[in-house]
């Protein structure tokens, strides 16, 4: 079995509306490619024992846990010390991240707020980046980034090798115009039964043109048996007396 993998979003400014989170999609399809799928996605605010209760609970239950939001200069990120409470450990400062910062800033702009970034859990390793001399970290399953998404793209690309692989999810894609779910809900539930290893789902569009129907998307790990059903859901598209296209329908 491939490895599995959640995601906690930590932060009052998704939960308000206030900032769009742009992470969840470029990990759940990053995660799919190395063959560890994202089961789970958490959105929680910035309350320590919510923090550390959902650290806590998930990374018992998935082989790897990734976080995002809360490892900056402020009063309210405290991702970092809630993490080091779920395993723990003291929060401490890490004396190799607080080198590299104070040589990046100068000894006169390594501020207070600035070595709170170089606080890790004790026994964390850092995960470096391109875009910002402050890491993440990981710790047991537990890989620790930021909020911003150019930044946390960055530090997946930094740990993604040593991560946990599998065999890569595929996807197979067929929509049509003028269809619609209630018109292929048992042949489609019967490709599911027939193979239950893979996710088969069903998602309605409408354009703003008027354009409208249904995209039937088959995913897993068995190419085999992705093929076959991807087949037959081209067949009972057609069967339903649509005219079955292979992709994504167009924007």
Known sequence: ?????????????????????????????????????????????DIVETIIATVTEMKARYDQVFTTGGIGPTHDDITSACVAEAFGVPLELHEET???????????????????????????TPITNSKSVAPGFTIGNVHVMA???????????????????????????????SLYESMIAAPLEAVQKRWPALDVGSYPFHRDDGR?????????TDLKDLEAAAAAVRDLIAAAGAVPVEGEPPL
């Open 212 to 220: 409208r129907g249904l995209a039937l998307v088959v995913k897993g």
């Open 147 to 177: 909020g911003v998404p150019s930044i946390m793209q960055a530090m997946f690309e930094s740990v993604a090798p040593l991560l946990k692989h599998g065999a890569k999810v595929e996807s197979r894609t067929w929509y049509a115009l």
């Open 1 to 45: 079995m491939n490895p599995t993998s959640a995601l906690v979003v930590i932060g009052n400014e998704i939960l308000s509306g206030r900032t769009q989170d742009a992470n969840i999609r470029y990990l759940a399809v990053h995660l799919g490619e190395i063959g560890a799928p994202l089961k789970e996605v958490r959105i929680i605010p």
């Open 98 to 124: 607080a080198a590299l910062m104070e040589k990046h800033y100068g000894t006169d702009q390594f501020s207070a707020a600035r070595r709170r970034m170089a606080m890790l859990p004790r026994g964390a």
